[in-house]
């Protein structure tokens, strides 16, 4: 089977190592599904074209013999269906790391990335400045709900799954504002994940096409 994703020629240092084709590199990674990369930039983006592919112009997009899809939660499930190591193969255990993707999507990133917002993007802001505590509080009351679920156990389910994968992926963006720090068995957690082989070749692969194509 060929698999194909997109991802960005090139993005500014402060985004590397967090575009959102990592999840699917990940996940392929995980499941041992060689794949192939179709590099966009800004103009590709914009192209009808590629809006076809992913109506947003976003990355990632992906498509495999059978399949053409967007949105990096539905890909990294769809690849979940295909191996073991991203799903029990179990209906009740596919239902449950599904759960999991869905929260990490929903009911934490847009807590996370709201903090994030007004705690480093726009941080010398007068208004940022103002809606950091009521961001951090809301932020809080999630990550508090998660820890306390995760608990002692290494995973989520008490084995990895795709729910992780993109937790992960999702809790790593809070490092260096130190939003994480307070949640001692969350961050021990994040860097489990991160410490899986798995990963290292999904952000050295992405990592190496921001190399190759470093503006002169
Ligand atoms: N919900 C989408 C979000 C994708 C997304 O935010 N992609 C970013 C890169 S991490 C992007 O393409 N940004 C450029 C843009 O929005 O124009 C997903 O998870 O796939």
Not at 5 to 27: H, K, M, S
Not at 175 to 201: H, K, T, W
Request: proline share 6%; hydrophobic share 45%.
């Amino acid at each position: 089977m060929t698999i194909r994703l997109t991802a960005f020629r090139w993005v500014p240092p402060f985004a590397q190592g967090y575009v959102r084709d990592l999840r699917i590199r990940w996940a392929l990674e995980e499941a041992g599904l060689p794949y192939e990369v179709t590099l966009i930039d800004p103009q590709i983006q914009a192209s009808e074209s590629y809006r076809q592919w992913q109506p947003f112009g976003q990355v990632p997009a992906y498509r495999d013999d059978h399949v053409e899809m967007f949105e990096s939660g539905a890909i990294v499930l769809h690849i979940a269906a295909m191996s073991e190591t991203l799903a029990p193969r179990d209906e009740a255990g596919r239902a449950r790391a599904t759960s999991w993707v869905i929260a990490a999507l929903n009911s934490i990133e847009p807590f996370a990335q709201n903090f994030i917002q007004v705690a480093e993007f726009h941080a010398g802001e007068a208004w940022a400045q103002a809606q950091r505590a009521p961001a951090e509080a809301l932020l809080n009351q999630r990550l508090a709900g998660l820890s306390a679920w995760l608990g002692d156990k290494d995973y989520l389910e008490g084995r990895f799954t795709a729910g992780d994968l993109i937790m992960t992926t999702v809790l790593r963006e809070l490092v260096n504002s130190g939003a994480l720090a307070p949640f001692a068995n969350l961050d021990a957690y994040r860097a489990r994940c991160e410490a899986r082989p798995a990963f290292g070749r999904a952000m050295e692969a992405q990592m190496q096409t921001f190399r190759e194509n470093a503006p002169a």
